[in-house]
């Protein structure tokens, strides 16, 4: 099955809180596929974000690129069918913050957006042995979730490169595609390797909100991704 073709996140986490929907506008205006929307409750993560009014507010806005909704909240279930309705495009949970992940991505499906799960830099794979069917992303943190800015773990890679071949395999075996995420440290001087072991879909927060011109900073991360597929 074919490979996805890359897709950028910028996560608006980095962005100026203050004038969100214009920060929001030009990113897509630069490029941008996707609007990667950081969901932090100062429970499951220390730190606090947004929530559905903001991602409603986003919408009405205008703003008709996916939303990508990471969530690192806990408990998961409750704000599902909120954000569904705020007009999320996908929303991903980490496995340790519910009781049931199966009903968890079902509830997600249900609401009728895409399901991603996450998995923190210490959490196994295994996670993915009874659902990875289910799921329509497979998200790889490179950072211990809860700020913008870290620095990229890489041991990433290593793990990128084994969720890769778990999709795959899933998709050669069901024909459904299953995107790899990655998320936390992405730049445009390691997003080349990044792309190597695997990932498809790029969040960058502070490499693109971080200052200066967007389009030029997704410019060169395109660019050094055109170096992997030859194809952009
Ligand atoms: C971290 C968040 C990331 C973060 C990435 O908990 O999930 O999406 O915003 O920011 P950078 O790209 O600055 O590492
Ligand atoms: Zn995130």
Redesign the pocket.
Known sequence: MARQSPIIAP?I??ANFARLGEEVDAVVAAGAQWI?F?V?DNHY?PNLTIGPLVCEALRKHGVSAPIDV?L?VKPVDRIVPDFARAGASVISFHPEASEHVDRTIQLIRDSGCKAGLVFNPATPLSYLDHVLDKLDLVLI?S?N??????SFIPHALDKLRAARKLIDAAMERTGRPILLEV????KADNIESIARAGADTF?????IFGGGDYRAKIAAMRAALARTTGSE
């Open positions: 996560s986490l980095s990667h950081d932090m993560v990471h690192m943190m950072v979730p809860g700020f913008g800015g870290q998320d936390g440290g992405v969040v960058a927060g502070s490499a």
